[in-house]
């Protein structure tokens, strides 16, 4: 049985720092694991993602919106990655949903595997 645990999130002021925790068991290998998000009045589309981190190389990938502010890593004895938020602002205000499985492809672009998915963790940002 896949399991996907997500921890983390609340509320932060303009300039503020959160952190994400994602855990996922069950799944006998992937390739990435990250974040996606659904921004307020929108509903969830697996397009708007936020960042990844491969499970092999430790390779990062991020959305331009959030390069430089966001650092996402990993603990692979705990099958654990980390979304370390730093210098938010309201438009990061939104709920993340964590996907174990991201393959991104060479032309960075990722793909996540739609029928597993964490129960969101909400990140709100006042100015």
């Known amino acids: 049985q896949v399991r996907v645990d997500e921890s983390g999130g609340g509320l932060a002021q303009t300039g503020g720092s959160l952190t994400l925790s994602c855990t996922a068991s069950?799944?006998?290998?992937?390739?990435?694991m990250g974040w996606f998000r659904q921004l307020p009045g929108k509903e969830f589309d697996a397009r708007d993602f936020?960042?990844?981190?491969?499970?092999?190389?430790?390779?990062?990938f991020y959305a331009d919106s959030v390069k430089g502010r966001f650092t996402i890593s990993r603990d692979n004895a705990k099958n654990t990655v980390y979304l370390q938020m730093n210098d938010l602002t309201p438009d990061d205000t939104a709920r993340y949903y964590c996907?174990?499985?991201?393959?991104?492809?060479?032309?960075?672009?990722?793909?996540?595997?739609?029928?597993?998915w964490g129960q969101g963790s909400q990140v709100t940002v006042s100015s």
């Open positions: 996907s174990p499985d991201i393959l991104v492809d060479s032309d960075s672009r990722p793909w996540p595997d739609l029928r597993y």
């Open positions: 069950g799944l006998p290998t992937t390739n990435g």
């Open positions: 936020v960042a990844s981190i491969d499970w092999r190389t430790g390779k990062q």
